[in-house]
């Protein structure tokens, strides 16, 4: 590759960027292109950075411009500063006065740089240390510090937790209208780190009959994502008809293929008939579910408790079915709004929850509308710890 460099001041030279560089690697992330050759003396180098604060470090070249080493301005102005500094080094070199550093090919890939760095026992702090780049001639093309390279990995994080958080979004609000079945519905999702494992589905299996379910991934961030959006494609594609037991053995065989029983959920899946007024539901490990009858809670839970999806490859869950009566209410939310704490380490807790719900159906009000409220005042300062959804169905 033809390398030019121009003249950056009198000592101080720059190196031009490759033409071409490729995606993720060191090249694309260098930040300082500043060398000087290392006969070059070091007094007038140093009368030479101070007039430009902008360069913070200079690669020292030997005569086929490949580097020997770094000098960085703040060591060097330290030493200079001392007394008799300036005489020590009066006499000195660029070259006498370089420290080593690794030097690595501008086209290695960051992460696998990255990583067997990251396996190196080196104390030393990430912002005072630096990466030499070659190109393919061995000549000097550019500087990294561990800070750019970790600067970019979260630049990147953030750039995917956004693009998931996103998508999540767009999958909550793809969910089928049923106000034609006579069923007031409310809900709610705040994710604690930005994207999160909770998310709900509903969905239209005929005129007649309704499937919804809220689930809780096990984890956060990115991988709880890619969980929900693989649930959420079953459950889009998923032939209700042949009902929940199938629904839910399907599900498990297919998280438990993708990540071999390292994720799962908890869940809480129903079909509702508005014809007969039967609701089925199958509880999967998750136990936070509330159901009202004339304003008083009423157990829905039976003595068997379903196992969570994706923990046994072989899963026999338990649906059970119940008449539903007007005005009945059912509040389905996951676990992050019980456990909020506040400053005290109090929960919010099951009873709280279960007062608000009842001054919901009393006032004839949004329970989306109070519950935000409710937890953010008992929380006060203490961070929100879990994702928080519910679902609401008032039949």
Same mark, same amino acid.
């Given at each position: 590759?033809?390398?030019?460099?121009?003249?950056?001041?009198?000592?101080?030279?720059?190196?031009?960027?490759?033409?071409?560089?490729?995606?993720?690697?060191?090249?694309?992330?260098?930040?300082?292109?500043?060398?000087?050759?290392?006969?070059?003396?070091?007094?007038?180098?140093?009368?030479?950075?101070?007039?430009?604060?902008?360069?913070?470090?200079?690669?020292?070249?030997?005569?086929?411009?490949?580097?020997?080493?770094?000098?960085?301005?703040?060591?060097?102005?330290?030493?200079?500063?001392?007394?008799?500094?300036?005489?020590?080094?009066?006499?000195?070199?660029?070259?006498?006065?370089?420290?080593?550093?690794?030097?690595?090919?501008?086209?290695?890939?960051?992460?696998?740089?990255?990583?067997?760095?990251?396996?190196?026992?080196?104390?030393?702090?990430?912002?005072?240390?630096?990466?030499?780049?070659?190109?393919?001639?061995?000549?000097?093309?550019? &500087?990294?510090?561990?800070?750019?390279?970790?600067?970019?990995?979260?630049? &990147?994080?953030?750039?995917?937790?956004?693009?998931?958080?996103?998508?999540?979004?767009?999958?909550?609000?793809?969910?089928?209208?049923?106000?034609?079945?006579?069923?007031?519905?409310?809900?709610?999702?705040?994710?604690?780190?930005?994207?999160?494992?909770?998310?709900?589905?509903?969905?239209?299996?005929?005129?007649?009959?309704?499937?919804?379910?809220?689930?809780?991934?096990?984890?956060?961030?990115?991988?709880?994502?890619?969980?929900?959006?693989?649930?959420?494609?079953?459950?889009?594609?998923?032939?209700?008809?042949?009902?929940?037991?199938?629904?839910?053995?399907?599900?498990?065989?297919?998280?438990?293929?993708?990540?071999?029983?390292?994720?799962?959920?908890?869940?809480?899946?129903?079909?509702?008939?508005?014809?007969?007024?039967?609701?089925?539901?199958?509880?999967?490990?998750?136990?936070?579910?509330?159901?009202?009858?004339?304003?008083?809670?009423?157990?829905?839970?039976?003595?068997?408790?379903?196992?969570?999806?994706?923990?046994?490859?072989?899963?026999?869950?338990?649906?059970?079915?119940?008449?539903?009566?007007?005005?009945?209410?059912?509040?389905?939310?996951?676990?992050?709004?019980?456990?909020?704490?506040?400053?005290?380490?109090?929960?919010?807790?099951?009873?709280?929850?279960?007062?608000?719900?009842?001054?919901?159906?009393?006032?004839?009000?949004?329970?989306?509308?109070?519950?935000?409220?409710?937890?953010?005042?008992?929380?006060?300062?203490?961070?929100?710890?879990?994702?928080?959804?519910?679902?609401?169905?008032?039949?």
């Amino acid at each position: 590759m033809t390398r030019e460099a121009v003249l950056y001041k009198n000592l101080i030279s720059r190196a031009d960027r490759p033409a071409r560089s490729y995606p993720n690697t060191l090249q694309r992330l260098a930040k300082h292109f500043w060398f000087i050759s290392y006969d070059k003396n070091i007094i007038e180098i140093a009368d030479e950075l101070e007039q430009y604060t902008e360069i913070t470090v200079v690669c020292i070249t030997d005569e086929s411009n490949q580097p020997i080493g770094i000098i960085r301005r703040d060591k060097l102005f330290l030493f200079l500063g001392k007394r008799f500094g300036r005489d020590i080094m009066s006499k000195k070199t660029a070259g006498e006065c370089s420290e080593a550093v690794n030097v690595y090919a501008g086209e290695r890939n960051i992460f696998i740089l990255l990583e067997q760095l990251r396996k190196q026992e080196d104390n030393e702090n990430i912002e005072n240390k630096y990466i030499v780049l070659v190109d393919s001639q061995g000549a000097f093309s550019g &500087m990294l510090s561990l800070q750019d390279a970790a600067n970019y990995l979260v630049e &990147m994080t953030n750039d995917d937790i956004s693009q998931a958080s996103l998508l999540q979004e767009r999958l909550l609000a793809n969910i089928d209208d049923i106000k034609k079945f006579n069923v007031n519905v409310d809900s709610w999702c705040s994710s604690a780190k930005g994207i999160g494992g909770d998310f709900y589905f509903i969905k239209k299996i005929s005129e007649k009959k309704f499937f919804a379910s809220l689930c809780d991934v096990s984890g956060k961030g990115v991988t709880a994502a890619l969980v929900v959006s693989i649930v959420w494609g079953l459950l889009q594609n998923f032939d209700m008809h042949k009902g929940l037991k199938d629904l839910l053995i399907n599900l498990n065989s297919s998280i438990i293929r993708s990540f071999h029983l390292e994720k799962y959920l908890t869940g809480f899946f129903l079909i509702y008939d508005t014809e007969s007024c039967i609701l089925q539901i199958a509880d999967m490990g998750h136990a936070h579910a509330l159901f009202l009858r004339k304003g008083r809670k009423v157990s829905i839970q039976k003595s068997r408790v379903n196992l969570p999806i994706g923990v046994e490859i072989e899963l026999e869950p338990m649906v059970f079915s119940f008449p539903v009566q007007e005005g009945d209410t059912l509040v389905i939310y996951t676990d992050g709004i019980s456990e909020q704490d506040n400053p005290a380490g109090e929960e919010f807790g099951e009873t709280r929850l279960t007062s608000l719900v009842q001054e919901v159906l009393a006032h004839n009000k949004n329970l989306s509308g109070l519950l935000p409220k409710a937890l953010e005042e008992f929380r006060q300062n203490t961070p929100q710890h879990d994702d928080m959804t519910f679902l609401q169905f008032r039949f």
